[in-house]
T-cell receptor, first 114, second 115 residues
Framework: AQSVSQHNHHVILSEAASLELGCNYS??????LFWYVQYPGQHLQLLLK??????LVKGIKGFEAEFIKSKFSFNLRKPSVQWSDTAEYFC????????????FGTGTKLQVIP | GAVVSQHPSWVICKSGTSVKIECRSL??????MFWYRQFPKQSLMLMAT?????????EQGVEKDKFLINHASLTLSTLTVTSAHPEDSSFYIC???????????FGPGTRLTVL
């Protein structure tokens, strides 16, 4: 069975600080990887995704993530956060074999202080 | 991008009543829809997967007689919480896959409060 772990449950940063949120997954096969964001009171939005190809993926709003297969990791990064990045971030994985059941991590709450 | 809607966005009901939540794909045909439950400050937990025209597949621990799922068309899936109780209060989110895309598109969620 797939599992996803996010090590940081709550992160507090000042504006302009750099961000890295950890995500590790457990699955023996080929996977698709996602990062979703949930702003306060809003629904889940896709930040970025990795299916294949270049392991460094760029998403919306200046976010990027790097897939490191040997480490089963897909960490999310942003060089300079803004107050508007305050949200909850979820890492997720699906089996690329066609059954698109998504397994979510427990989420990381990011609080950016102006 | 693909749009998924849910109705209602918020519902309050008395204990023992049933509540129906609709999930619609507005601009694509959804071959598969998923229903999730999100408790406060927790992640999304998959409840069931529904494919148009067939019975839903429930995750372990989810009571299929309590959470009835119907995926009658390629644009609509419904989740009915039968005989709701306060412990069923939660945020229910649907997602849909279709239109050739490999990713899921999420609805805005429905907050259910059972008194």
């Amino acid at each position: 069975a797939q599992s996803v772990s996010q090590h940081n449950h709550h992160v507090i940063l000042s504006e302009a600080a750099s961000l890295e949120l950890g995500c590790n997954y457990s699955y023996g096969g080929t996977v698709n990887l996602f990062w979703y964001v949930q702003y306060p009171g809003q629904h889940l939005q896709l930040l970025l995704k990795y299916f294949s190809g270049d392991p460094l993926v760029k998403g919306i709003k200046g976010f990027e993530a790097e897939f490191i297969k040997s480490k089963f990791s897909f960490n999310l990064r942003k060089p300079s956060v803004q107050w508007s990045d305050t949200a909850e971030y979820f890492c997720a994985v699906t089996d690329s074999g066609g059954y698109q059941k998504v397994t979510f991590g427990t989420g990381t709450k990011l609080q950016v202080i102006p | 991008g693909a749009v998924v809607s849910q109705h209602p966005s918020w519902v309050i009901c008395k204990s023992g009543t049933s509540v129906k939540i609709e999930c619609r794909s507005l601009d694509f045909q959804a071959t598969t829809m998923f229903w999730y439950r999100q408790f406060p400050k927790q992640s999304l937990m998959l409840m069931a997967t529904s494919n148009e025209g067939s019975k839903a597949t429930y995750e372990q621990g989810v009571e299929k007689d309590k959470f009835l799922i119907n995926h009658a068309s390629l644009t609509l899936s419904t989740l009915t919480v039968t005989s709701a109780h306060p412990e069923d209060s939660s945020f229910y989110i649907c997602s849909a896959v279709g239109g050739g895309a490999a990713e899921q598109f999420f609805g805005p969620g429905t907050r259910l409060t059972v008194l």
